[in-house]
């Protein structure tokens, strides 16, 4: 496949693979026409060595680093990506695509079936973390590199580096996963489910096929971004930001939002359904819910990463993290040395909950910078 000529600081668009290029699934079904929306940043060396991958979490996208289209607002991570940052456009060729499944360009439930068409719907065919690392590796094949300096991501996009590891570790020299975990817990699969459910019980939602009435379950979406956005904060953060204040004088003595936690949580849910599809929340979430790294390994997430003994990684809890606590993250860090990776691991201090890898966390940021650096130092950028 030819490789695309990206020389530009800021670039991207959608890649779409040739039809004898089609993207075979773990469900044994296949996409054809593949198209995978992405950005870049940065340049590709002469000699190929500086290309990081970062990989997003549910709700994210590609647009790391630039300003997101619909809501205009600048990209979700510039405590990691930007001049002077870890990850830097004047050092790194910084890759970010939106995953398969997903609602920015990529192929996903919304996408237009050829065979029909209309929009795919529950037609799409279940997708796991595996499928989306496959399709992540043909985009940065597309791209002209062969071996990335890192795979970053954290929450889903953690899941995405360990699978990068296990599936391709001869193409990756570092791994950075930040508040993830190696499968799903069953208090995570629960919270997914409460969401897939009130998405399906939206009048609007059609049995899936809302596209083709002209209609959106906006109201089942909005529940369930509000009830996962509880999973990405503490409580410690919501009684600091919110406790009981109210929204005005006295109560309302009604079902309004009087508190400002409530207020705050329907805004959360509002917003959320002008940039994201309601089966592409669907079928992500089925992803995350299905990844176990060490299923397919007789059960031992040691033997999962064999194959990845070389690879450089770094492993960052938060303590106050309830969604992927560190005591999992332990355990991914126990696995890879038990498999004799080189692991390094750090639970950070921080009452922000499960978000605290998307805000201000000095130490996070300066634990960034130092492996990253190491590991340039090792792979002769510097």
Not at 130 to 135: E, H, K, N, P, T
Not at 142 to 160: I, N, R
Not at 189 to 206: L, N, S, T, Y
Not at 235 to 260: C, M, N, T
């Amino acid at each position: 496949m030819a490789a695309l000529n990206l020389v530009t600081p800021t670039s991207g668009g959608t890649w779409r693979f040739p039809a004898n290029e089609p993207l075979r699934l773990d469900s044994g079904g296949v996409i054809e026409g593949l198209e995978i929306a992405y950005q870049t940043y940065g340049q590709l060396n002469a000699d190929k060595s500086n290309a990081v991958l970062i990989c997003h979490a549910l709700t994210m996208d590609q647009y790391v680093a630039s300003p997101h289209p619909v809501t205009g607002k600048p990209g979700w991570w510039p405590r990691l990506v930007g001049p002077g940052k870890p990850l830097d456009p004047a050092r790194h060729f910084i890759i970010c695509s939106n995953v398969i499944g997903g609602c920015m360009g990529s192929t996903g439930p919304a996408s237009i079936n050829p065979a029909t068409g209309k929009a795919y719907g529950l037609s799409f065919p279940v997708i796991t973390i595996a499928d989306m690392v496959r399709a992540q590796a043909m985009l940065v094949s597309a791209l002209g590199v062969e071996t990335l300096f890192a795979v970053v991501g954290g929450s889903m996009g953690g899941m995405q580096v360990q699978q990068w590891a296990v599936d391709y570790p001869e193409r990756m020299f570092s791994a950075v996963v930040l508040a993830s975990a190696s499968r799903h817990s069953a208090q995570n699969i629960a919270f997914h489910e409460v969401g897939r459910q009130a998405i399906m019980a939206d009048p609007d939602w059609r049995g899936g096929a809302y596209a083709d009435h002209g209609v959106r379950p906006e109201k089942g979406l909005a529940v369930a971004r509000m009830a996962a956005h509880i999973t990405y904060l503490s409580e410690p953060a919501l009684q600091r930001k919110f406790g009981r204040e109210l929204q005005r004088d006295g109560l309302s003595w009604g079902f309004d939002a009087d508190f400002q936690v409530e207020s705050y949580l329907r805004h959360q849910g509002s917003s959320f359904v002008d940039r994201f599809d309601a089966n592409s929340y669907l079928y992500i979430t089925r992803a995350m819910d299905y990844f176990d790294i060490a299923a397919s390994h007789g059960g031992v997430l040691a033997k999962a990463f064999t194959r990845a003994r070389h690879v450089r990684f770094c492993v960052l809890s938060f303590s106050s993290d309830w969604l992927y606590p560190t005591a999992e993250n332990r355990h991914l860090v126990r696995a890879l040395t038990a498999a004799g990776a080189r692991a390094a691991f750090a639970e950070i201090e921080s009452d922000k909950g499960h978000d605290a890898f998307l805000l201000d966390e000095p130490v996070m940021d300066a634990a960034l910078e130092g492996f990253l650096a190491s590991a340039e130092r090792d792979r002769g950028l510097v």
